[in-house]
């Protein structure tokens, strides 16, 4: 079975430039869930899905920050415009019950 | 609110030897659980162990077992017979907000040595 894919695995850009990634679940997940990890720390949350709807978009920072998940499958996680702050590794997981299952990251670095 | 600390930055074991990495958690929910995953250097989080909280026995995953003890609300991971391929960052987790997302701590780095 495939697992959670994740695109690109590196990213450079410079500060005010948009930047997106993309994620694909493993067949059959209907939870989809956007993480941050910052250097040195544990991932947190920024957004969950259920099937197509965003249900907890708490931690989002909506002013620069935009998802979505059409159909219910795949997911793209948009910055624009991007700050030498949002430098971090973004993790895409999803889950049928109560394990989580990661994609190998998206590392951004913004200049 | 769930909280998880593990307060052990960096260890190191000898190859084939048993290591614990510790992890101490806090949550007011009344069915929890705990996760351990693996992160190496390629930075994908690999999902190794989970114990729930009603679960009666310690949960065992080939090499690895949650040594989980609910007075102390600790969940450490042991790792029996340590190989090269385990030097990676682990993190210990628990659900927030009813299984809607995971509190992560802040990583213990282990380093395997031949």
């Known amino acids: 079975e495939a697992g959670v894919v994740q695109s690109p695995r590196y990213k450079i850009i410079e500060k005010k430039q948009p930047v997106a990634f993309w994620c694909n679940p493993i067949?059959?997940?209907?939870?989809l869930y956007w993480y941050r990890q910052n250097l040195g720390q544990g991932p947190e949350l920024l957004i969950r899905?259920?099937?197509?709807?965003?249900?907890?978009d708490s931690q989002l920072p909506k002013d620069r920050f935009s998802a979505e998940r059409l159909k219910g499958v795949d997911s793209t996680l948009k910055i624009q415009p991007a700050e030498l702050g949002d430098s971090a590794v973004y993790l895409c997981?999803?889950?049928?019950?109560?394990?989580?299952?990661f994609g190998p990251g998206t590392r951004l670095l913004v200049l | 609110a769930q909280k998880i600390t593990q307060t052990q930055p960096g260890m190191f074991v000898q190859e084939k030897e048993a290591v614990t990495l510790d992890c101490t958690y806090d949550?007011?929910?009344?069915?929890?659980?705990l996760f351990w995953y693996k992160q190496p250097s390629s930075g994908e989080m690999i999902f190794l162990i989970y114990?729930?909280?009603?679960?009666?026995q310690n949960a065992t995953e080939g090499r690895y077992s949650l040594n989980f003890q609910k007075a102390r609300k600790s969940a450490n991971l042991v790792i029996s017979a340590s190989q090269l391929g385990d030097s990676a960052m682990y993190f210990c987790a628990t659900p927030g907000g009813g299984y809607n997302k995971l509190i992560f701590g802040a990583g213990t780095r282990l380093a395997v040595h031949p």
């Open positions: 067949s059959g997940h209907n939870t």
């Open positions: 114990q729930g909280s009603y679960d009666q």
């Open positions: 949550t007011s929910d009344p069915s929890y659980g």
């Open positions: 997981a999803s889950s049928l019950t109560v394990t989580q299952y």
């Open positions: 899905y259920e099937n197509e709807e965003a249900v907890d």
